[in-house]
């Protein structure tokens, strides 16, 4: 029978405390795997006899960007999806503080069931353009090589699984990026088996990951538009 009386490796205790998950999730609060890029995407303006400059600006900045605002992640995915991929978590999931909330959105579920500890994060980040997006994408699959796209989700998807082991102990993690428009999602899930030491397998995570990350397209997708 299996009991959860042993201790956490130290780098599971770590993901399990309040203080070092809002350390953690520092791309909320200023940069991460979506942060924005500073440059904005720059279009000549076509003046006419009747229009000066000033009054087209404005329809060509709303015309390059879909999203104003992120929206909200601990809604995001299903509940039935939250008991499946991490088994015993509340369904409501915590939301963690940004210092822009309208732009930077991040929700955490994570759960220790017996000796099996799942974890999953929701992100969303909204940038000043789609080119400006794509930007970010960009980087940062080319940072996270070793993974592939995902088709059928967004404008773009790109799915990454890696193994880590620490004082024997397997973690395994998956992190999807999504673009869709100017806004960016990223999700992250990954697992442990503290009696075994091994890690869930490497189609388990990813096919999890990806089926959050659908979910969190879905708020978009369906109206999420400024």
């Not at 500073?38 to 303006?45: F, I, L, Q, R, T």
């Not at 806004?183 to 075994?196: I, K, M, P, Q, R």
């Amino acid at each position: 029978m299996r009991s959860s009386s042993l201790p956490l490796p130290l780098a599971l205790t770590a993901r399990l405390s309040p203080v070092v998950v809002l350390a953690a999730a520092g791309w909320a609060m200023s940069s991460g795997p979506f942060a924005a890029t500073p440059a904005a995407e720059h279009k000549e303006e076509r003046k006419t006899a009747n229009q000066p400059a000033s009054a087209s600006a404005p329809a060509t900045a709303a015309a390059s960007k879909a999203y104003s605002a992120a929206p909200s992640p601990c809604a995001s995915v299903a509940k039935k999806t939250i008991t499946s991929l991490v088994p015993g978590a509340k369904t409501a999931g915590k939301e963690i503080p940004s210092t822009d909330a309208k732009l930077r959105r991040t929700c955490s579920w994570n759960a220790l069931k017996g000796y099996d500890y799942r974890w999953l994060d929701v992100s969303y980040e909204i940038v000043e353009s789609d080119a400006a997006a794509q930007k970010s994408y960009q980087e940062t699959v080319s940072e996270k090589s070793g993974g592939g796209e995902v088709p059928g989700v967004g404008d773009s998807g790109y799915s990454v699984v890696n193994l880590a082991t620490e004082d024997k102990q397997q973690t395994r993690e998956g992190v999807v990026l999504v673009r869709v428009s100017n806004a960016l999602v990223t999700v992250t899930y990954n697992g442990s088996d503290f009696e075994t030491k091994k890690a869930p397998s490497a189609d388990e995570i990813n096919k999890g990951a990806i089926k959050a990350a659908k979910e969190a397209v879905a708020p978009l997708q369906d109206g999420g538009k400024s």
